[in-house]
């Protein structure tokens, strides 16, 4: 990268919001050392920008918008040793983007956890969750995870259940180690769309347990079982007999799509 890149890299956008911008740099002691500092500080229509680092920290917000962003998914790492690094409960609305999410501790935690929120996650990274990298959950959850990259997680990339309905599209979801996209529960019920689901070691996608979910013009290609598992219950659009060919879902050493009532019962579940 050249210096007039690295400079452009560590300048903030302009806030849309008008508000101020907050800076977090972890070598500059004149500024914000982690971004849970600065959030606590923030004002509803102010912006917090992260500057390239590796930073430990536990990103907290509840009931308030958010604009966190940072110089780039590849320059900044947030990571937790205790619980996971990000968490997000009834957020209205927002930005976040251009940051890295790493859990590294031993307990079952995601990389980023979303509960009934409205936001926009784009342009980051989730990877070394113990259980999905990312889990968005609740009836209210409507948010928007787009051009993000899910990767390395212990069970699946993303995971979609009780109830929430995000829209879920142009992500990267690779070399997890169950399904690069899960879905469950009556009443969940995501629009994924344009998804690469690739190198996963199970299958690309699982819809199970009564969930419903739009998909269309996925790529579940390469993985280590079939490209969709689903149960006989669920409803997708559009139907069963469409998905092939509305979804690229081969080649995968079994297969394309597998319909069973047992779909966890090579992870004993």
């Known amino acids: ?10 300048s903030p956008p302009p806030n ?6 907050l800076i977090v740099d972890c070598q500059d002691p004149a500024l914000y050392p982690r971004p849970s500092a600065a959030l606590k500080e923030a004002g509803e229509l102010d912006q917090i920008f992260v ?14 918008p958010i604009l966190l962003i940072g110089a780039s998914r590849d320059a900044v790492q947030i990571f937790s040793r205790r619980g996971g690094p990000l968490y997000l409960q009834r957020v209205p609305s927002g930005r976040i983007s251009g940051l890295t999410f790493r859990y590294i501790g031993s307990d079952q935690h995601s990389a980023m956890n979303i509960l009934d929120s409205s936001c926009t996650v ?15 959950y609740g ?11 899910v990767c390395g997680n212990r069970e699946s990339g993303i995971f979609v259940f009780a109830g929430a309905q995000p829209r ?11 399904f690069g996209i899960a879905v469950r529960d009556p009443g969940s019920h995501p629009e994924l769309v344009r998804n690469r689901c690739t190198d996963n070691w199970l299958s690309g996608m ?7 979910a739009l998909l269309l013009d996925n790529v579940c290609a390469d993985n280590r079982h079939w490209g969709i598992v689903m149960t006989p219950e669920t409803r997708l659009s559009p139907s069963r007999e469409a998905l092939a060919q509305t979804n690229v879902l081969t080649p995968n050493p079994r297969g394309a799509l597998h319909v069973t009532e047992t779909p966890l019962s090579e992870i004993g579940r």
Request: glycine letters at 6%; aromatic letters at 6%; a negative charge.
């Open 206 to 212: 699982l819809v199970f347990h009564h969930a419903e």
């Open 51 to 64: 500057r390239a680092g590796v930073y430990e920290d536990k990103v907290f917000l509840a009931d308030r």
């Open 168 to 178: 879920v599209a142009d992500n990267v979801c690779r070399d997890n180690h169950h």
């Open 16 to 21: 849309p919001l008008g508000g101020k911008t």
């Open 1 to 10: 990268m050249s210096s007039e890149s690295e400079a452009l890299a560590q």
């Open 139 to 149: 009836p209210e959850c409507r948010a928007a995870f787009i051009d993000n990259e």
């Open 122 to 136: 784009t342009q980051c990274r989730a990877t070394d969750g113990i259980l999905s990298g990312v889990v968005m």
